[in-house]
């Protein structure tokens, strides 16, 4: 719904009368929509409506004081570039900086900085390539040991030379007070393209994944998708049904197929709480967000906009 140019107004082109209907059904699509927005993010939302006679613009709220408050918005912003750019909405950028990997590894930066808020824990980075630059056994052995539970198996499948990471992108965990095995564990998929749908971290998570442990850190584990997009963004309403009802029966329907959908406004909403967990605990914190913020101010400046 918002323009990549935060400054840019809505405007219509063609003869008033017979756009009338049609433009006031999309003003009021958009002007609902927005305000949605601003309602759940509240003050992390980086933008502001504003109506002006038969239009509106949207442009970008001043820069925020406080820094876990700057941090969210510049994330959604950010996502909100990343899902753009896989969209094909912002031409003329150099394909280096919207290139399928440039957008899947600023994303991936995004996600690993927010995962721990999902569980209130600890979060991994699986996806390849990884930051560590190790190969897939290694990695695993990374886990256990951040995690404290596990075992890698000794013999991982002879026919999976090639695997790199097991179609989980990230992991993230809760442990208790008390020690113990038997953790709250999530395993995630990150997914920027359009085709998210189809993608589910479940499709090889015993084949490949599971299957490289003698003692795998959980049997049952919470799967999750992480998207730059909105989740319910290619949702109509019909005749028959209102957007609101089908909004909700299809976050049901991908609950069920794919599993917890955390999408740009979740992510945004996460982050405040994922600083608070990785503050004074995590020496990459501040790496990731310098590469996520020069990524998004790099788009930015190419589209001639304030990062």
């Known amino acids: 719904m918002e323009d990549p140019d935060p400054e840019g107004n809505a405007e219509v082109d063609g003869d008033p009368e017979i756009l009338e209907g049609n433009f006031d059904d999309l003003l009021e699509r958009v002007t609902d929509e927005i305000r949605w927005r601003e309602q759940v993010l509240g003050d992390l939302y980086p933008f502001e409506l504003r109506m002006s006679g038969r239009g509106w613009n949207l442009r970008r709220r001043t820069e925020a004081v406080d820094s876990q408050i700057r941090t969210a918005r510049n994330t959604y912003i950010a996502c909100l570039l990343m899902s753009a750019a896989r969209h094909g909405r912002i031409p003329g950028i150099p394909s280096e900086l919207v290139s399928i990997k440039a957008v899947a590894d600023a994303f991936q930066a995004a996600v690993y900085l927010v995962a721990p808020a999902f569980l209130g824990g600890g979060s991994f980075w699986m996806g390849f390539p990884r930051p560590e630059g190790d190969g897939y056994m290694d990695a695993l052995r990374r886990l256990v040991d951040a995690v404290g539970v ?20 990230v992991v993230s965990w809760r442990r208790f007070p008390d020690g113990r095995s038997n953790l709250m564990m999530s395993y995630g ?10 993608k589910s971290v479940a499709n090889k998570f015993v084949s490949h994944f599971q299957r490289w442990f003698s003692v795998p850190p959980a049997t049952h584990y919470v799967p999750a998708m992480y998207i730059p997009h909105v989740m319910h963004e290619d949702i109509e309403g019909t005749p028959s049904s209102s957007f609101a009802e089908i909004s909700h029966d299809d976050a049901m329907t991908l609950e069920a197929s794919l599993g917890v959908v955390v999408d740009r406004i979740r992510l945004a909403s996460l982050v405040p709480v994922a600083l608070q967990l990785r503050e004074g605990r995590d020496a990459s914190l501040m790496k990731h967000i310098r590469a996520l913020a020069r990524w998004k101010a790099s788009v930015a400046q190419k589209l001639g906009v304030a990062a």
């Open 150 to 169: 596990g075992i890698v198996s000794s013999t991982p499948p002879t026919s999976q030379k090639k695997n790199k990471d097991g179609g989980v992108d």
């Open 189 to 198: 998929q990150v997914a920027t393209g359009k085709d998210w749908r189809e």
